[in-house]
């Protein structure tokens, strides 16, 4: 049985379109879900938990139907948008308080432990929290109904470096029973190295690919050399080709590698702008 499953998922909006969504994952694993802002992730997330109405597909999470049996599913489901910004001078209790009557599931005892985990004072206000506490914070209201799935919408835009690495590791530890998954939609796409099992692009509000990190991680090299070396021929094998006066660098399949080309094995950030370039046109100067 999947924690989600989205099958033909499609919302029309005036000059976008989410067309066709499908993807799955399985329990005890991280998904990041990647593309440049506008591509659809949010859209996406949205038409998941059904905040926004979809107009075509289908969402189950553990074999439940999200629209039929949408208050049982929501209960199955932690929700993080980034960190708690509300209410700034609110103690923490308080909003935990009004967070815990939407949930027949509230565990206080199960709160009040991520809440001391995080190290985290529920008689601070939110004002008096860093930006990574507030990230900390707003996943300990997420988890204290116990859900299976958690889907996490940018949270660590914004945070230092070490903040991000302290949620990365709280994420990786959520997920070492293997009942609990969690999808994390990014475009910070080094904190999913550190991460993801399963890698999830989407472009234009089309999924490109859904794949676990070892199989895309095996798919592609960015080939580099001279641009005197870089025949109309050549080109068409490459995607998303770099140029400047002294050279090129592209993504290659290794399937189609060429020989005399310096390859590199690409980092997912390498991944995303090559695709991302695919099908635009050089700028002329």
């Not at 593309?35 to 059904?50: D, E, F, H, V, Y």
């Not at 109405?53 to 049996?69: C, I, M, P, T």
Request: net charge negative; hydrophobic share 35%.
């Amino acid at each position: 049985m999947y924690a989600l499953q989205v099958e033909g998922l499609t919302k029309h909006y005036p000059g976008f379109t989410l067309r066709d969504v499908s993807f799955s994952l399985e329990p005890g694993y991280i998904m990041g879900f990647i593309g440049r802002n506008g591509a659809g992730k949010t859209t996406t997330i949205k038409s998941i938990l059904n905040i926004i109405h979809r107009d075509a597909g289908h969402v189950s999470v553990f074999g439940q139907d999200a629209l039929e049996q949408e208050k049982a599913v929501k209960g199955q489901v932690g929700l993080v948008l980034g960190g708690v910004n509300y209410y700034p001078k609110k103690k923490l209790k308080t909003i935990a308080q009004v967070t815990s009557r939407f949930y027949e599931n509230w565990d206080r005892e199960a709160f009040c432990q991520l809440l001391e985990q995080f190290e985290l004072d529920e008689n601070k206000t939110v004002s008096q929290l860093s930006s990574g506490m507030r990230v900390k914070f707003a996943i300990a209201l997420a988890l204290a109904h116990r859900p299976k799935l958690l889907i996490l919408d940018e949270p660590t835009s914004g945070l230092d470096p070490v903040s991000r690495d302290e949620i990365l590791e709280i994420l990786q530890r959520l997920v070492e029973s293997g009942e609990r998954s969690i999808l994390f939609s990014t475009h910070i796409t080094s904190d999913l190295e550190k991460c993801a099992d399963y890698i999830t692009y989407i472009k234009k509000g089309e999924i490109v690919f859904s794949l676990d990190r070892e199989t895309l991680e095996d798919r592609y090299w960015v080939v580099s050399g001279g641009i005197d070396a870089l025949t109309p021929a050549l080109e068409q094998t490459f995607v998303g080709t770099k140029k400047n006066r002294y050279g090129f660098s592209a993504l290659v399949e290794r399937t189609q590698a060429p020989d005399g080309f310096t390859l590199t094995k690409p980092t997912y950030e390498d991944i995303l702008i090559h695709l991302e370039r695919e099908d635009e046109h050089e700028f002329a100067f």
